[in-house]
């Protein structure tokens, strides 16, 4: 069998990553350039310092992989690079820098949705394990970053049917917005669950959307009563018991996710359940996922939760052997759907 390497790029939101993949699962070097602290003073993400500074990152960051994998371009089979969605003008700096190699270099170039991506981290092989094996379809996948939460059910590769999504904020959203709430600082996601390690979940019983008979989510209420709550006890003078709140929260964000999931997993009979996208890094969603005992969960370790270059050429590998390259005159897509 002939060997495929890919080399991931990755540039949507606030890191910019490459990863070279062998054969869509084993992952020679993976290199990502966090930016959280330079966006923090901000309280999120700002998008033209973003993608000034994966203009500064992303050729250093390739370089770094490749000699970190111990390749050299001719190595490399075909190039992968996220082409939405995600900010437009980070997203432009690794695609271009991507075009630009498969140009010079000669290689293929793949255009890999950042959802995609993420769902495939569960396809990459950890650097720890020794004992792995891919998600084997039917698959639900159900994916929680902070732009998207929702669940696709997948009877093959690159075969995506979604059931449904959230109608308002995503997960990952939600988590951010709560977090400034209660003045805990960007990202929200492990702001909230470092905070919740010393609350108690039941001290406030938080409204799950149940949306019943659909595979949507909504969780815009969840965060309006959070807002209420704090408004009430500050209206009585009371101090904010941030760890309880943030207990809370994330309980009843675990409890909608897992119920619904679960759901969907019985209904469509599905062999396995995939968890990714940056939600997934959370402690209690994860151990809520791995202690439900009825169908065999992946969810990728943290390195591949949060956004990173691996998944991407992961992904890109699936497309390559399917035969999906992508021409070098196509452009980003901000608000590409899976
Ligand atoms: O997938 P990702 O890195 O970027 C997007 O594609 O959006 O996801 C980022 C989101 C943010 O909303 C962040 O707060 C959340 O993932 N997140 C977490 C945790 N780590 C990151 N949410 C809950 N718990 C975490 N430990
Ligand atoms: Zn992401």
Known sequence: IKTARILGIESSCDE???????????????????????????????????????????????????????????DIDAIAAT???????????????????A????????????????IYSAWVKPEISDR???????????????????????????????LGATLDDAAGEAFDKVARLLGLPYPGGPSIQKAAETGNPTAFNFPRARLEGGWDFSFSGLKTAVLRTIKHMEEDGKDIPVADMAASFQEAVVDVLLTKTMAAAREYKVKE?????????????????????????????????????????????????????????MDVLPNWPL
């Open 103 to 118: 140009l010079a270099r000669n290689l293929p170039l793949i255009g890999v949705n950042h959802l995609e991506g993420h």
């Open 273 to 329: 359940i995939v968890v990714a996208g940056g939600v997934s890094a959370n402690k209690a969603l994860r151990s809520a996922f791995t202690g439900q005992g009825e169908f065999p969960v992946h969810i990728p370790p943290l390195y591949l939760c949060t956004d990173n270059a691996a998944m991407i050429a992961s992904a890109g590998y699936y497309r390559f052997v399917h035969g999906h390259i992508d021409s070098l005159d």
């Open 16 to 74: 910019t990553a490459a990863a070279v993949i062998e054969n869509g699962n084993n992952l020679l070097a993976s290199s990502v350039a966090t930016q959280i602290e330079l966006h923090k003073k901000f309280g999120g993400v700002f998008p033209e310092v973003a993608s000034r500074q994966h203009t500064l990152s992303i050729y250093p960051i390739i370089e770094e992989t490749l000699l970190k994998a111990h390749l050299s371009w001719d």
């Open 132 to 162: 792995f094996t891919p998600p084997e379809f039917p698959v639900m996948a159900l994916l929680v970053s902070g732009g998207h939460t929702e669940l696709n059910l997948m009877e093959g590769h690159l075969n995506y049917r979604r």
């Open 83 to 101: 082409r939405g969605p995600g900010l437009a003008g980070s997203l432009v700096v690794g695609f271009n820098a991507a075009k630009g190699i």
